[in-house]
C-alpha cells in the first residue's frame, strides 16, 4: 500500500463549479499537509499548508484534514481556467522530518 | 517570498555524455537540498537529500555514482548525471529547506532528454 493514495483523474468541470480534490494515507504520524499546484513542465508551488486537523480557507481555496479517517481535501470555488493544472498533496511527519510524502496528483481542466 | 532557481530548465544531451542542473536559493540560505525526479502521470520520488558541506544521503535504489551531488554552499546545490542513458530521460525537480526551516520551495524543474 502506498503512503499516500491520490485519484490522478482527470478532472474537467466547467468554469464556475466547485472543485474537490481528495488524498488518503496510511501513516498516522503525517502532522503537516500540503497541497500543491504544478502547471505542465513547471516545478509544483504551494498553495496550502495545514498543521493537524482542521479547516484552512485562502480566497477560493479551501483545504480539510480529517486525521481520524486519515483524508485531506482541497477545494476550490467558482474555478477558473486558469486553475487548470495538475494537484499534488504532499505530507510529512514532524517539522524535522525532511521527507515529504507525494501523492500521483490529479489532473485538472477547467472549461470556459 | 523564497525562491530557488534551478537551471537549464531543458536539456538533451547524446547518450554517455554526463549533464549538469543547478538549483540555487536566491533570497535565503538553504541548509538543505532535496533532488526528485518525476515520470509522465507520476508523483514525485525524492532522489537524495543533501546538506550543504556534507555527503548527500541517497534513498533507496538511487545510484550515487551515477547521479553525483554537490551542496558546497549555502546557496547552491548541483546535481550530474553521469553517463546518461535514454532512462534517466525525466523531469528533475530540487526543494530547498530555508534556514530557520519554516518552509520548502521547489525549483522550476529540469526536463532531461537523453537521445
Known amino acids: 500500500q502506498k503512503e499516500v493514495e491520490q485519484d490522478p483523474g482527470p478532472l474537467s468541470v466547467p468554469e464556475g463549479a466547485i472543485v474537490s480534490l481528495n488524498c488518503t494515507y496510511s501513516?498516522?504520524?503525517?502532522?503537516?499537509f500540503m497541497w500543491y499546484r504544478q502547471y505542465s513542465r513547471k516545478g509544483p508551488e504551494l498553495l496550502m499548508y495545514?498543521?493537524?486537523?482542521g479547516n484552512k480557507e485562502d480566497g477560493r481555496f479551501t483545504a480539510q484534514v480529517d486525521k481520524s479517517s486519515k483524508y485531506i481535501s482541497l477545494f476550490i470555488r467558482d474555478s477558473q481556467p486558469s486553475d487548470s493544472a495538475t494537484y499534488l498533496c504532499?505530507?510529512?511527519?514532524?517539522?524535522?522530518?525532511?521527507?515529504?510524502?507525494f501523492g500521483t496528483g490529479t489532473s485538472l481542466t477547467v472549461i470556459p | 517570498g523564497a525562491v530557488v532557481s534551478q537551471h537549464p530548465s531543458w536539456v538533451i544531451c547524446k547518450s554517455g555524455t554526463s549533464v549538469k542542473i543547478e538549483c540555487r536559493s536566491l533570497?535565503?540560505?538553504?541548509?538543505?537540498m532535496f533532488w526528485y525526479r518525476q515520470f509522465p502521470k507520476q508523483s514525485l520520488m525524492l532522489m537524495a537529500t543533501?546538506?550543504?558541506?556534507?555527503?548527500?544521503?541517497?534513498e533507496q535504489g538511487v545510484e550515487k555514482d551515477k547521479f553525483l551531488i554537490n551542496h558546497a554552499s549555502l546557496t547552491l546545490s548541483t546535481l550530474t548525471v553521469t553517463s546518461a542513458h535514454p532512462e534517466d530521460s525525466s523531469f528533475y525537480i530540487c526543494?530547498?529547506?530555508?534556514?530557520?526551516?519554516?518552509?520548502?520551495?521547489f525549483g522550476s524543474g529540469t526536463r532531461l532528454t537523453v537521445v
Open positions: 526543494s530547498a529547506r530555508d534556514s530557520k526551516g519554516l518552509g520548502y520551495t
Open positions: 495545514t498543521y493537524s486537523s
Open positions: 543533501s546538506n550543504e558541506g556534507s555527503k548527500a544521503t541517497y
Open positions: 533570497d535565503f540560505q538553504a541548509t538543505t
Open positions: 501513516n498516522s504520524a503525517f502532522q503537516y
Open positions: 504532499a505530507m510529512r511527519e514532524g517539522n524535522t522530518g525532511n521527507q515529504f510524502y
